[in-house]
């Protein structure tokens, strides 16, 4: 049997994220599994938004290094 997630949000805020391209239960996953890899929730958050992002910013770019490094750490 499927698991429920809970997203935390609306149906209007889900749909919104759709619009955008974006796959909220994906990301909910992502932000779960970077959680338990020893990630603050903060850093986390800030993450999982942009990391399927084909051109990132150089602010972006550091901040995906950072939590990879918290991960292997």
Avoid at 3 to 32: H, N
Avoid at 35 to 40: D, F, H, K, L, S
Avoid at 46 to 65: A, C, F, G, H, W
């Amino acid at each position: 049997m499927p698991e429920i997630l809970d997203l935390g949000m609306s149906d209007e805020e889900y749909l919104q994220l759709i619009a955008q391209g974006r796959d909220p239960v994906a990301e909910k996953i992502c932000l779960l599994n970077l959680i338990r890899a020893g990630v603050p929730p903060e850093d986390a958050h800030r993450v999982v938004p942009i990391l399927k992002k084909s051109q990132r910013s150089t602010d972006e770019e550091i901040l995906v290094k950072n939590v990879w490094k918290q991960i292997r750490s």
